[in-house]
Every structure is written in structure tokens, then in C-alpha cells.
């Protein structure tokens, strides 16, 4: 904007405030700062600096290369260096980390930041910390939404607007006097300090891909929730404010010269940044880091447009494409760990029978593991893609059971993985189930652990709907399946004693029983009795409800039978000598003694006798 | 492609097959055949880069573009590494020792390597940012008239007022090395991380040598030599301590081209002091540092107006400094992605072998 002929300083004049500000020739120039001094003298040094620039470029112009354009020449290049000087100072004094609890800044006119809400500066920051910070006290479950949450940039206003104006003037003449790259430096350097406290403040940590691979996962994991945190600040608000004052002095000044001071002050630290993420993505699949590596990839992702706003001049390519494989490697993570998971599953080789045939750890394990996964499904479901990779039926491989997926076609590839999971699971149960040696405990093993499974699915909605209940039901059948097993394993040699062929003799003079075979029958039957009721009292069936039933069914075939077989058979007993020998116990003997089994404590039947 | 030449690549890839099909527990000459090709392309990619750092200047050792070559001729071996470990290849087949302890040892050596490309971007961004101020100083210097003679007064004051800013970025260009926050994390050292690449690289002996054991060590070999080369070129966190010494058995042939190039990049590495290694052995950072050493001398002991042969030196020098800087303009951004590129190649190959040897069954939880 050019003054009015008569206002414009001439040329000599404007020579001597130059000069009088020459840091290197006068002690009282280095020691004060034009732009601290009044308004005055800031204008009127820029008013100089205007007029030196003004004869200077119609010298150049005029190819005129006497004494006075030489002189010019040195006098623009000490308002250049006396003008860094003033610009690095300014920035200087107007820089620091952006803080949690009050902000150092702001004489913010509500116009000034176009972005941000009219709200006042302090309480929007404290607000948006919050916002940030307070996504991370939700629990798992309801947590798992706010990963997912829409974006919201919030700059802030990291330099009053005075100081703005007075930067800004600086770099325009810097900047059409051909200092650009000198100024670019002097704000990159002051900024990039600026970020970096910023940075450690939020607790953005330096560590090395080795530092991280040596770390054990629950500390990882404390970190990651860190980093998720402190990255939707830095890349919003941090970094986002960074853009916007790099705006604020630039814009206009010369081509993409804010992309050039916003890159030379960000692109470190956010290199930095994402480094921590794709060290994560990097480490070697196990997988109990299935979900956190989730989180991380839905942090990410959900970061990804603010990033690619942020960055968007292509200068930042590099970064929007570092952002971009990194979370792709997440999802590589997330998926390669799934893999990792089932085939843990399939291949988990305890051996040592679990006591009491009860729920096997593995079991445990795994119901709550896939109960998990259902939780992240709306994730999982578009991570993955493809079906389990499981044994064909032809493969005769005996280490991998078969599954045609052939029935289950309309279900997404997540949920067949997770019934998938749910066939090696059986599968190793089954052979975990051989190392019983009885038969009976093997069957009640199975019997209870598919119960704890079909008890799993049932009690979660989303699992449910997933597992469907067509394969359930197979589940329940295989369910009752064990259950019969196991029935016919212990009681039909026990019921056996009590059958009728065999007792029957018909002879010439007495068509009767025989009654050595009849105490036969009866020491054989007390014998077995008592050894099943001692054994497998101390067998378990934890769920309550499937203990009664088992105990009804057991009894509704035991009880009968004895009743009828003492009813028909007693009195030859009891015509014989010691009857209480071979009729030990009574009907009621018996009912109780059946509370007994699956309860997991040894007893003795001595004890339950009632006395005759 | 001529028939003759795709016939010939066609005759090959049947005798191949012919070959697996064939000996079916034979793969042990399949092996020696891979191995030897390995070998021979190794040897050759090396040595086209030993000739091409003596009779071309434009590729001389340690440049940008001599190591744009380096970490190409990295890829091209990793990649046909790769193959040897993946390709017609049984997993199930692979030995058990390979699997506990070489494949993870490989792998470690990776994963060191990953931490060494980072550094070695941090290194290229300083450089970059190196290059940047020294260009500030050549404008400095460039635009001064000096000695036209006319007014003797304006003109020395001009100059001084040049210099004195030129000098001043120069010595903060070459100084910020010393002051550069470093990157990495605290700790971490550059010279302790090839040592630590370099533990437990020996070349497997007689009856270890069949199956995995050979092309382990190769590969291992070139990843060590490669980022120890990237290290002692750039500037990066602590290289303090920096190994010199190769620990390659000189007998081997296919190593011979590497053995000669650590040779030569030792000895410079040596000549230098201590203080002045921190930037690099960087062909243009040394240029960059020599020259501008130069001009500061220059600069400080000039008396206005200077002899015009010295002064046609300084201008033949400015000159010089601005041609580096255009070559590292030039060059800088493409090695940056190229050491990208290493990266990515590198988490690659690592991830899809060790999922491979997983699924398998063959390795191990304990490994990392």
C-alpha cells in the first residue's frame, strides 16, 4: 500500500533509522527491541524499511549501480537481519506449550479465530481437554463408542492478535526483499520447541521400535491408551493451531509459504507421532493384544479425515500416506492376530486332565475371548474379510477338524471365524478328553464344558445373533449327546445288576429264584453303587442347573429299578440269613446318596446309611 | 523379449521343475543352486557399486546417489531372499535349528535395522535442513558486489556486512549437528545398534551350512554391511563407537565387492577426528563443510579489496557449494523414500515369513 507522496519518508532519512537499529554497530540497538518499544517507532522503522525497499527495486530496475545503490543494497540486507531479530523475538515471547488448565494467550478477538467457537479461550480449551481426556474413562463396553466418535478440529489461538499483525508485517517485507527461506527458518526453529514441550506435556513418548518390542504388553498397553489420547490432541488441536497460525502470518505472503512454516515446524513431530503407532503395528502377533491393537486402529482411523485436513497441501503428502499404511498395518495386525488366536486354540497342548472333569481353562479362555470380538464387531466385521481357513474334509489331516461352511452362507466372514473357534475348540477338548481314563469323566468333560459354551452364546445377544441358532442347536444336541454318553459309560453295568434274566430258575420241584444268584446280584450292585457314588461324588458340574438335571435323569432310571428289584426280590433275602449283607440300602438311601455326585467333595455312602 | 531369450527362461523353469519333482528329498541340490545365485548376484550387485564409486564422480562413495544405488541393491538382494526363504519351499521341510535360531536371529537383526532407517531419516531431514542454511549463506554471499572498485567505502561495507552474516550461518550450518535434538529415543545409539546387529553373524560352518543356514547369513550380512554403510554417511543419534571392523571371513568370495567397499569407507571414517564426524561421511555434507570452512577463513582474513585471483577462487567456490546444494535438493527427498520404501519391505517380508513359519507350527511362543 503505497503512503502519499508527502508522507513518505525520504530516502536518507530512512537510511538513518535503519541504521541507528543496526544491532552490530550500536549497544543500544542490541539491547532494546524496536517492536517492545511504542507503536511509533515500529512504524516508523517499517515506513523506512518500505521506503529503502521501494529505491531499491527501481535501482534494480533502472540497473543503476552507483555508490547510493550499493548503499541501499547494505542497508536493506541490516533491516533484514534487524527484522529477524524482532520477528524471532516476537514468536519467542509469545510461545508456549499449550497448557491444560489456562491458556497464556488470548486477547483473542471472537473474529479472529474463524474456526473455533465464540466461546472464551480458556474454557473451550479446558472443555476440549476434557472432551479428549474424558473419552478414557468409560469402561470397555460403552467406551467402545467414542473410538468411533465424528471428529472435531479445535484450533486454538496460540499467539494474540497484535503480536499476529506485527509478525505478519515482518514477513511481508522479508519475504518481498527475498528473505524467504531466512524467515521460514526463524519461525520453524521457535515453533517446533514449542510443539516439542507441547509434546511432552501430553506425554508423547521418544521410543525406539526395539524399546517397544522389549516392553511387555500390559505396559504397552497403558501406553497405547496414552498415545490414543494425545494424538486427537496433537493432530486437532496442536497441530491444527499450528496450521492456522502459520495462516494467520502468512497467507498471501508468497507462495505456499505457510505450508513451508507449518511442515518445517510439524512435520517432525508428527513423524514422531506416528512412529509410536506403527511400532505397535509391527510387533509380533499373540493374542491377547487383539483388542488393544483394535483400539488403536479405530483411534486412527477415526483421526484420519482430521489428518487429512490438517496435512492436506502436498507437502504433507508424506505424512497423510505414513498415517494411511499404519493403519493399514493395524488392520494386518488386527487380523494377522485372530489368525494367531486360532491357531492357539487348535494347538493348546495341556494334557493334564482337568480334576473333576470340570470347565477346562481353554474354555474359559476362549468364550470370553469371542465374547470380546463380538463386542468390536462393527470393527471386526469390516476387517475381516475372509473365511477360517479350515481343514477340508478330504484334507485327512487328524490334527485339523473339518467344517463345511457350505450350510452357513449367508453369515458375514466374522461370524464364521467365530464359530470356527467354537469347532477347535470342541476339537482340542475332545482330545483333551481322551487323557480321562475313565470313559464316564471323559463324557461328563464334554458334557459340561459344551454346556458352558452353549451358555455363553446364549447369555450374550450380539454372540447369539452371530453364532445363529441353527449351530446351537448342533451345540445343544452335542450337549445332550455327551450327557447320554456319559449315562450309558457308568449306569447300564450298574443297572445290569438289577435285571431280571437270570434270577428266574425253573426246575423240576421249584420254579423260583435262585438265591445265590440273587446275592450275587446284590453284593454286585452295592459294590458298583458305592464305587460310582465314591467316585464320582467328587466329580463336578458347576452349573447348577445341569447338576439337577443330570441327578433327575440319573435318577429316574436308578430309583425305579431298584424299587422294582427290591419290591420283586426282598423277600428272598430277607427269608435268608444277614439279609443286611445284601440289602444295604433303602429306596431313600439311594435318592439321597444321588445328591451326592457332581458335587465335588469326597464322601463316604457309610455315613449316608440309614440305619435299619 | 527375443524367442531365443524367452525360450532359454523357459528351458530353465522346466528344469527346475524337473528338479523338484524329481528329487523329492533332493532338495538339498535345489538349495546349493539357490544359494549359489544368491551369492553370484550378490557379489555382482556390490561390485558394480565398488567400480562405480571410482570411476564415476557423479556416483562417488557415499554420495546421495551412490547410496540411492546401495539401498536399491539392498531391495533386489532382500527381495530375492525372500523367495529362497518362501518360494518352493516346505515350510514343514524347514530344519529345526533354522527355525529356533537363525530365522528369529534374522529377524532381530530386522527389526534393528527398522530403528536404524528411522535415525537415518531424522539424519536426511537434518541434512536437508543443513542444506537449507548453507543456501541462506551462498545468497548472502552471492549478491555482495564485491571489489567493483567505485566507491571503496559502500562497497567494503557491503561486503563486510555479507560475510559477516554469511560466516554466521555457516558456522551455525555446520554447528546445529552438534546442538540437533536428536530424534530417537533417549539412549538410543546408532554405533551400539550395529554392534548389536553384528553379534552372532558367523558363516555357518561345513555340516550347518545346507538348508536355511547359507542365504541367513548372506542376507544378514548385506542388511549389516548396508545400514552400517547408511550410518556412518548420515548424521544420526550417537555413532560414537562405530564399528570398523567387518566381521566377514575374507575368503569368501561372493563378499569380496563388500568386504572392499567397507575397506574404503572404514578408512575415511578413520581420517576424520572424532568432533568432525558428527556430520557424516556424506560426500556433499563433506563438500558443504570443506568449502564452507574455506569461505569462513576466506572471509575472516579478507582485507577490502581482495587479490582477484583469490577473489575468482571464492566466486568459483560460492559456486561449487550452490551446485552441491542443487544436487541435494535434487537428490535428498528420492533417498528419503527409498529408505521408506526399505522400511516397508523390511515389516513386509518379516511379517508374512514369521506368520508362514506360525501357521506351520513351527515356531515357537517364546520368540518375539
Known amino acids: ?21 543496526d544491532s552490530t554497530a550500536s549497544e543500544e540497538a542490541r539491547e532494546r527491541m524496536i517492536f517492545e518499544s511504542d507503536r511509533q517507532e515500529v512504524d516508523r522503522y517499517l515506513q523506512a524499511v518500505d521506503e529503502i525497499q521501494r529505491s ?18 547494505s542497508t536493506i540486507q541490516i533491516a533484514m537481519a534487524r527484522l529477524e531479530d524482532e520477528f524471532r523475538n516476537i514468536l519467542l515471547s509469545h510461545t508456549s506449550p499449550i497448557e491444560a488448565d489456562s491458556l497464556t494467550t488470548t486477547s483473542a478477538e471472537p473474529g479472529s479465530s474463524t474456526h473455533s467457537p465464540a466461546a472464551s479461550p480458556s474454557t473451550e480449551l479446558d472443555d476440549l481437554v476434557d472432551d479428549h481426556f474424558g473419552e478414557e474413562d468409560h469402561p470397555d463396553n460403552s467406551g467402545r ?32 526483499a527475498g528473505y524467504l527461506r531466512e524467515c521460514i527458518q526463524v519461525y520453524g526453529s521457535v515453533r517446533k520447541s514449542a510443539v516439542d514441550a507441547s509434546f511432552r506435556r501430553l506425554g508423547v513418548e521418544k521410543l525406539s521400535i526395539g524399546d517397544i518390542q522389549r516392553l511387555e504388553w500390559e505396559q504397552l498397553e497403558v501406553k497405547i491408551r496414552r498415545w490414543i489420547r494425545a494424538a486427537k490432541v496433537s493432530v486437532r488441536v496442536l497441530f491444527a493451531s499450528e496450521k492456522k497460525l502459520c495462516e494467520q502470518i502468512f497467507e498471501g505472503v508468497g507462495t505456499a509459504v505457510d505450508d513451508a512454516c507449518f511442515m518445517e515446524t510439524v512435520k517432525g513431530p508428527a513423524i ?22 483394535l483400539d488403536l486402529h479405530d483411534a486412527l482411523m477415526d483421526l484420519i479425515p482430521d489428518i487429512d485436513v490438517v496435512f492436506e497441501s502436498k507437502s504433507s503428502e508424506s505424512i497423510r500416506i505414513q498415517a494411511a499404511e499404519i493403519l493399514s498395518r493395524l488392520a494386518e495386525a488386527a487380523r494377522g492376530t485372530l489368525s494367531e488366536f486360532e491357531n492357539a486354540v487348535l494347538r493348546e497342548p495341556s494334557k493334564v486332565p482337568v480334576p473333576g472333569g470340570t470347565i477346562h481353562p481353554l474354555t474359559r479362555y476362549v468364550m470370553n475371548y469371542i465374547s470380546l470380538i463380538s463386542d468390536y464387531k462393527q470393527t471386526l466385521n469390516e476387517l475381516i474379510v475372509s473365511k477360517p481357513s479350515a481343514g477340508s474334509r478330504y484334507s485327512g489331516d487328524p490334527t485339523t477338524p473339518d467344517m463345511e461352511f457350505a450350510e452357513l452362507e449367508e453369515k458375514t466372514p466374522l461370524a464364521l471365524h467365530l464359530i470356527w473357534v467354537i469347532v477347535i475348540l470342541q476339537f482340542n477338548l475332545e482330545g483333551k478328553s481322551k487323557h480321562y481314563k475313565d470313559t464316564s469323566l471323559a463324557h461328563l468333560f464334554m458334557m459340561n464344558n459344551v454346556h458352558y459354551i452353549v451358555q455363553k452364546v446364549k447369555g450374550s445377544s450380539e454372540l447369539r445373533e452371530m453364532i445363529g441358532d441353527d449351530y446351537l442347536k448342533k451345540l445343544t444336541g452335542k450337549l445332550r449327546q455327551a450327557a447320554t454318553n456319559y449315562q450309558r459309560a457308568t449306569w447300564v453295568s450298574v443297572l445290569y445288576c438289577l435285571r431280571d434274566e437270570g434270577l428266574h430258575v425253573s426246575g423240576s420241584f421249584s420254579s423260583g429264584v435262585s438265591k445265590s444268584a440273587l446275592r450275587e446280584r446284590f453284593k454286585s450292585f452295592n459294590a458298583m453303587f458305592e464305587e460310582v457314588h465314591r467316585t464320582q461324588a467328587t ?28 419290591g420283586r426280590f426282598r423277600i428272598h433275602i430277607e427269608s435268608g440269613k444277614h439279609p443286611e449283607n445284601y440289602i444295604k440300602y433303602s429306596v431313600e438311601d439311594l435318592e439321597i446318596a444321588v445328591l451326592d455326585f457332581f458335587e465335588g467333595y469326597p464322601v463316604s455312602l457309610h455315613l449316608r446309611r440309614r440305619s435299619q | 523379449m527375443r524367442a531365443a531369450d524367452s525360450q532359454g527362461s523357459f528351458l530353465n523353469r522346466i528344469s527346475i521343475r524337473r528338479n523338484q519333482v524329481v528329487s523329492m528329498d533332493g532338495n538339498h541340490e535345489q538349495d546349493l543352486e539357490d544359494l549359489e545365485l544368491f551369492q553370484k548376484h550378490v557379489a555382482d550387485r556390490f561390485s558394480d557399486l565398488l567400480s562405480s564409486s571410482s570411476e564415476d564422480a557423479a556416483d562417488a ?62 539424519g536426511l531431514e537434518s541434512v536437508r535442513h543443513y542444506q537449507k542454511l548453507t543456501e541462506i549463506a551462498i545468497t548472502a554471499l552471492e549478491h555482495r558486489p564485491i571489489g567493483d572498485g567505485q566507491q571503496p567505502q559502500a562497497a567494503e561495507r557491503t561486503w563486510s556486512f555479507g560475510r559477516r552474516s554469511a560466516v554466521n550461518r555457516d558456522r551455525a550450518a555446520a554447528g546445529q549437528f552438534r546442538s ?14 550395529i554392534q548389536a546387529m553384528s553379534t552372532n553373524l558367523v558363516a555357518p560352518r561345513g555340516g550347518e551350512s545346507s538348508g536355511l543356514a547359507s542365504p541367513v547369513y548372506v542376507m544378514s550380512t548385506v542388511t549389516v554391511f548396508v545400514m552400517w554403510a547408511l550410518v556412518a ?63 569462513i577463513e576466506f572471509a575472516d582474513s579478507f582485507q577490502f579489496p581482495g587479490e582477484t585471483e583469490r577473489l575468482e577462487e571464492v566466486a568459483a567456490q560460492v559456486a561449487e557449494l550452490a551446485e552441491t546444494c542443487k544436487k541435494m535438493e535434487e537428490g535428498l527427498v528420492p533417498l528419503q523414500q527409498q529408505i521408506r520404501e526399505l522400511f516397508h519391505k523390511l515389516v513386509k517380508s518379516r511379517t508374512e515369513v514369521l506368520e508362514l513359519l506360525d501357521q506351520s507350527g513351527k515356531l515357537s511362543a517364546s520368540t518375539m
Open chain 1, 145 to 176: 463408542s467414542s473410538y468411533r466418535s465424528t471428529s472435531s478440529i479445535r484450533e486454538v489461538d496460540l499467539v494474540p492478535f497484535d503480536a499476529i499483525l506485527d509478525l505478519r508485517s515482518i514477513a511481508d517485507r522479508m519475504i518481498s
Open chain 1, 56 to 73: 531499491l527495486s527501481s535501482t534494480t530496475l533502472s540497473g543503476d549501480e552507483s555508490q547510493s545503490a550499493n548503499k541501499v543494497n
Open chain 1, 539 to 566: 466329580w463336578l458340574v458347576p452349573d447348577t442347573q445341569l447338576r439337577e438335571e443330570l441327578r433327575i435323569s440319573i435318577s429316574e432310571k436308578l430309583i425305579p429299578a431298584y424299587r422294582s428289584f427290591l
Open chain 2, 233 to 295: 554417511a548420515i548424521p544420526c543419534q550417537e555413532r560414537n563407537g562405530l564399528p570398523t571392523y567387518f566381521p566377514v571371513p575374507r575368503q569368501l568370495v561372493w563378499a569380496q565387492p563388500m568386504i572392499a567397499l567397507q575397506e574404503k569407507i572404514a578408512e575415511e571414517w578413520k581420517k576424520k577426528k572424532e568432533k568432525n564426524r558428527l556430520a557424516g561421511l556424506l560426500e556433499e555434507t563433506q563438500r558443504l563443510e570443506r568449502l564452507g570452512q574455506s569461505l
Open chain 1, 272 to 293: 514422531q507421532l506416528f512412529n509410536f503407532a506403527e511400532a505397535i503395528s509391527i510387533s509380533r502377533r499373540s493374542p491377547e493384544k487383539l483388542f488393544k491393537i
Open chain 2, 180 to 193: 540437533l535434538s536428536w530424534n530417537m529415543a533417549k539412549g538410543w545409539s546408532a554405533s551400539k545398534q
Open chain 1, 1 to 21: 500500500m503505497e503512503p502519499p507522496e508527502d508522507s513518505r519518508l525520504p530516502l536518507d532519512a530512512a537510511e538513518k533509522i535503519i541504521l541507528r537499529w
Open chain 2, 61 to 122: 562413495l557415499l554420495s546421495i546417489s551412490w547410496l540411492r544405488k546401495l539401498v536399491d541393491v539392498f531391495l533386489c538382494c532382500e527381495a530375492e531372499f525372500k523367495a529362497i526363504l518362501v518360494m518352493g519351499r516346505d515350510p514343514s521341510q524347514i530344519s529345526k535349528p533354522s527355525v529356533d535360531r537363525l530365522v528369529p536371529e534374522y529377524f532381530d537383526r530386522v527389526l534393528k535395522a527398522l530403528d536404524v532407517c528411522n535415525a537415518v531419516s531424522h
